[in-house]
Structures are given as structure tokens and as C-alpha cells.
């Protein structure tokens, strides 16, 4: 008999030792389940834009040839721009009416070499054609010697074939009179420096540039392209003068760049 009430006690105190546990975990609240991200997925269509804008900006990079562009700036007359993109991967792009107030013709050119600014004969450049040695090739060209036409067929494909840069990337409507693939490019930095400036890029699908807008103006290709040369030739001869500025001197200054 005293056996059997020890039991029943020992039962009793575990009983009242479990069911409070047993009730909390009834009652307890469920846990929260993983939180999720509420950013919004990228759209497909966008993210193929990238990719397809990446292709087509590897693909000029090999694009090697010779064109005309029409380039209607963001302020002045509209004029054609030479571009050569040789075979051992030199290039030059000849700008008229950029320098001394649009007086003066403009190129600049890479090369084994180095990076140059040469002055063209032209309205306010009576002698003969002369460069500038402004760096080695693959440095940029100072902000006040640059007419910035020059970028969509250098430096900034290789900015578009960089999934890392800081862009967005859409389809976009043609430009008009342009044949071609075009894409509409945002800058998702908050940095005043973008790696390019946004705007319209057109390829067609060899690679060819077809036409940009951007901040500097419109460039749009004018006539088939022709061959490319074995290497880019300068302008002129190489000198110690001055490059030429975009500003239109003063009655007191005299041209120097490109004098012996």
C-alpha cells in the first residue's frame, strides 16, 4: 500500500514538473519565418540588354575601319568627324571646328607612341598640321583639350563591356536615320565622375558604331564604313608647342601649337 502511494506521488510531481513546459510550447508563438528580400528582381528584358550591349561593345572593339560621322554638338553647327581605328589597334579622330573658339581643326590620335593632339590647318590655323605629345596611349586626355567625340570608340567600350560598372542598361527606340541595335545607358553612382556619359549608344550588329547622344551632342554614322589601315599615321610632325585650347584666344596670343 505504501509502495503504491509513493508512486502516485512521484507521478503527481512530474506531471506538475512537465505540463507547464508542455503548455508554454503550445502556446508560444510560432517563429517568424526567414525574411525575404524586398528588393524588386531585375527584369529580364534589362538584363539582357546588358548582355547584348556588352556583346555588341566587344565586338566593336575589334571592329577595325574607317568612317565619317555627322555630329551635331550640343552647341554649334553640325560637322562630320573622321575616325580611324587601325588594325594593331591605333586610332584617331579628327574634329573640325573644336579648338580656339571653332576656329580650329582638331585630332587625336594613339599610337605606339603615345596620346596626341594635333592642330589641322583651318580657318584660324594658317601653317601646316603639327602635334602634341599630351601622354602615353592609354592616358586620358586632359579635361580642358577634350572634345569628348572620341570616347564612344576608345575607352568607353570598355566601360560597356563591364558588367561591374555602375550602369543601367535598356532597350531603346532607334534613332532616327540610324540602322541598328540602340540601347538607353543610366549611371547608378552617386559619383559625380561616371565612366561614361549616359545617353543613346546604337551598334549595328558587327560592332559598328552606329550613333550616339549623349551630353556632347549626336554622332551618327554617315555612308558605309571603308577598311581599316595597318596603323594610324598623325597629322603632322611632332612638336614642343602648345596644344591647342578650346577657347578662343586673345588678341595677343599667337598660335604655338605644332610650331617647330
Not at 571653332?102 to 605606339?112: F, I, K, M
Not at 584660324?124 to 572620341?150: E, F, N, S, T, Y
Amino acid at each position: 500500500m505504501h509502495a503504491h502511494r509513493r508512486a502516485a506521488r512521484r507521478l503527481t510531481g512530474a506531471l506538475a514538473l512537465t505540463l507547464p513546459a508542455l503548455l508554454a510550447a503550445c502556446t508560444a508563438d510560432p517563429p517568424s519565418p526567414a525574411p525575404t528580400s524586398t528588393a524588386d528582381p531585375v527584369p529580364a528584358e534589362v538584363d539582357a540588354a546588358r548582355d547584348e550591349l556588352a556583346a555588341l561593345a566587344a565586338a566593336a572593339q575589334d571592329r577595325h575601319l574607317t568612317a565619317t560621322y555627322t555630329f551635331e554638338p550640343a552647341d554649334g553647327a553640325a560637322r562630320t568627324v573622321a575616325v580611324t581605328s587601325a588594325n594593331d589597334g591605333t586610332w584617331r579622330v579628327d574634329v573640325p571646328g573644336w579648338g580656339q573658339g571653332g576656329t580650329v581643326d582638331v585630332s587625336l590620335a594613339a599610337n605606339a607612341d603615345g596620346l596626341f593632339q594635333c592642330a589641322l590647318p583651318s580657318a584660324g590655323w594658317a601653317q601646316q598640321a603639327g602635334c602634341v605629345r599630351l601622354g602615353d596611349a592609354d592616358d586620358a586626355v586632359p579635361r580642358k583639350l577634350d572634345p569628348r567625340v572620341q570616347h564612344p570608340f576608345t575607352d568607353w567600350l570598355e566601360v560597356l563591356t563591364d558588367r561591374r560598372a555602375p550602369l543601367a542598361v535598356s532597350p531603346a527606340a532607334p534613332l532616327p536615320g540610324v540602322s541598328g541595335e540602340c540601347y538607353s545607358i543610366e549611371s547608378t553612382s552617386a559619383s559625380l565622375n561616371a565612366p561614361l556619359d549616359v545617353g543613346i549608344y546604337c551598334y549595328r550588329p558587327d560592332g559598328t558604331p552606329a550613333a550616339v547622344r549623349a551630353a556632347f551632342g549626336t554622332l551618327k554614322l554617315a555612308g558605309e564604313p571603308g577598311a581599316a589601315p595597318a596603323t594610324v599615321q598623325l597629322a603632322g610632325p611632332v612638336t614642343e608647342g602648345e596644344p591647342v585650347s578650346r577657347e578662343a584666344p586673345s588678341p595677343t596670343d599667337s598660335p604655338s601649337a605644332g610650331t617647330p
